[in-house]
Nanobody
Framework: QVQPVESGGGLVQAGGSLRLSCTVS????????TGWFRQAPGKEREFVAA????????YYSESVKDRFTISRDNAENTVYLQMNSLKPEDTAVYFC?????????????????????WGHGTQVTVSS
């Protein structure tokens, strides 16, 4: 079992920054990739970013790739999401998810079904 726990959400003004953390406990050595997803009220969950545990390769959605940075600290079993230049449309509950499976193509890591373990989420609210 793998248990991701998010922290770091909050209220920030447009143009500001927040850093989210995802700390993973349990059988962390089985983790292959960690992703961040978000869900705004009335909308479907969407992919934000992902990072591979071993290689450090990163993937971003088009809407955040020039503003958000995902990084990892394997020694601390923690993945970070640095969010800069925040916009009101970034308001959502942000979820951390872990995949323990290796897939042949990076496209798999853009979809929630790839991830078997999910945190409870942390609220990010960006005021205009």
């Amino acid at each position: 079992q793998v248990q991701p726990v998010e922290s770091g959400g909050g209220l920030v003004q447009a143009g500001g920054s927040l850093r989210l953390s995802c700390t993973v406990s349990g059988r962390t050595f089985t983790s292959y990739a960690t992703g961040w997803f978000r869900q705004a009220p009335g909308k479907e969950r969407e992919f934000v970013a992902a990072i591979m545990r071993r290689s450090g390769m990163t993937y971003y959605s088009e809407s955040v790739k020039d503003r958000f940075t995902i990084s990892r600290d394997n020694a601390e079993n923690t993945v970070y999401l640095q969010m800069n230049s925040l916009k009101p449309e970034d308001t959502a509950v942000y979820f951390c998810a872990v995949s323990t499976l290796s897939y042949p193509h990076s496209n798999y890591y853009y979809t929630g079904r790839t991830y078997g373990y999910w945190g409870h989420g942390t609220q990010v609210t960006v005021s205009s």
